[in-house]
């Protein structure tokens, strides 16, 4: 990829306009980002590197946003959305950020994978007030630090009560269990490790062991040996895609069978299909893991009007996607969002009347979330989706059981 830069927009077709500095006047303002026909968007997520799966994400939302464009745009315009590659790689992150707002001029930031890469512009994006909408991390500081970053806000639950709610079903069905943890050395890593915490409170002694990775390292079959000869029968994978895999894998490949929880970002069908296939069905049966997303890869799915229209948006805008990769039907439910938003910020369109859309949500038919989960938002509450269910891998299949749990404690 030429200077790092993915351009993804409507279809093959996407605009390419590099006289976008200047904004044409809507209604006599000046709005960056903003013509009587189009607006433009940015965002980074890792399109090369050791986070590359995530990819499908900022390729998936590329493919929802082309489809609106075909059936009218927002408000008479059409998204320009310009996706850049930052390899998950803060540094790199910065640099994109600076090209997007100071060279592109882009209207607001969409979706940015990763939470050290997105904590590392907010301050900058805040500062410029430029939207930084639906972050593509469930960090809790999105929600919980809106009064000091007004103009950042995430949109899948949050790490420290999705953690809270595997810690809560261990804790009834396995009292006393011995907890190891793997989970990834950053901001990202540590957000679910404090849900765990604080969940287990005077119980946190039964964490036997917790270690954790970089991203540079090439495994972590070191961690999960150790974890192994510690003695603990429950293993918490707080981990990226990649690590997740080798973490399955080695579990697998030692002859160690503990209570395996996934977290989310991490137990797409591409995940969990390349752990079956590297270290046997035992490397991935019984894992369990939550879902606030439905499962393109769910047999049982397959006439679910939301995983339709994923097929076939895919089908026209990404051929040759795997659309049983849940990361395309997150971006495209994050895009649902994104778009809800424009068109609630009316064709008027600022940037102070898109925050007030984002901050007054309420999507009862997003087609791409879990059947009766809605999408809300208030001014003092800024984590939009707060259900969740919990879900066991079977067969090569996720199933779920219970009933939507509410997230925020």
């Known amino acids: 990829m030429s200077n790092r830069k993915v351009w993804l927009g409507a279809g093959i077709a996407a605009i390419l306009i590099a006289s976008f500095a200047l904004s044409a006047p809507v209604r006599g303002q000046q709005v960056v980002g903003v013509t009587d026909t189009s607006i433009l968007l940015g965002g980074t997520h890792p399109f090369s590197g050791p986070l590359s799966a995530y990819s499908s994400i900022g390729k998936g939302a590329a493919a929802y946003f082309a489809y609106v464009n075909d059936h009218g745009g927002v408000n008479g315009r059409k998204i320009i959305y310009k996706d850049m590659d930052d390899g998950y790689s803060p540094p790199r992150t910065v640099q994109d950020m600076r090209q997007l707002v100071e060279g592109d001029h882009v209207f607001a930031i969409f979706n940015s994978l990763g939470t050290p890469t997105n904590t590392v512009v907010r301050p900058y994006l805040n500062d410029q007030k430029v939207p930084q909408l639906f972050v593509a991390t469930g960090a809790t500081t999105w929600g919980a630090d809106a009064s000091k970053y007004p103009w950042t806000i995430g949109w899948q639950p949050d790490y420290q009560d999705e953690a809270a709610i595997y810690t809560k079903y261990l804790m009834h069905?396995?009292?006393?269990?011995?907890?190891?943890?793997?989970?990834q050395n950053d901001?990202?890593?540590k957000d679910y490790l404090k849900g765990l915490v604080d969940t287990l409170g005077s119980k946190k002694s039964e964490i036997v062991k917790a270690l954790s990775y970089e991203v540079s390292e090439p495994d972590v079959?070191?961690?999960?040996?150790?974890?192994?000869?510690?003695?603990?029968?429950?293993?918490?994978?707080?981990a990226t895609p990649k690590f997740s895999t080798q973490a399955m894998v080695e579990t697998a490949k030692l002859g160690w069978k503990p209570l395996?929880?996934?977290?989310?970002?991490?137990?797409?069908?591409?995940?969990?299909?390349?752990?079956?296939?590297?270290?046997?069905?035992?490397?991935?049966?019984?894992?369990?893991?939550?879902q606030y997303l439905k499962d393109p890869s769910d047999l049982d799915e397959q006439s679910d009007p939301g995983v339709k229209l994923e097929k076939a948006i895919l089908a026209k805008y990404a051929p040759g996607s795997d659309y049983t990769d849940g990361f395309y039907l997150y971006g495209m439910g994050a895009a649902f969002t994104m778009v809800d938003a424009l068109k609630h910020a009316g064709r008027n369109l600022t940037r102070d009347s898109l925050m007030q859309a984002v901050t007054h949500l309420h999507e009862t038919d997003n087609p791409f979330v879990w059947k009766g989960i809605v999408v809300e938002t208030t001014p003092t509450d800024r984590f939009p989706i707060r259900q969740m269910i919990l879900m066991r891998y079977l067969n090569g299949h996720w199933v779920e059981f219970g009933s939507l749990i509410n997230v925020r404690r």
């Open 221 to 238: 079959n070191s961690q999960i040996a150790a974890i192994k000869n510690a003695g603990a029968d429950a293993l918490f994978i707080f």
């Open 187 to 189: 901001d990202y890593g």
């Open 260 to 290: 395996v929880f996934l977290n989310n970002v991490s137990n797409s069908q591409t995940v969990m299909r390349a752990a079956t296939q590297a270290g046997g069905p035992n490397a991935t049966n019984g894992v369990i893991s939550t």
């Open 173 to 183: 069905l396995k009292p006393g269990a011995k907890i190891g943890v793997l989970y």
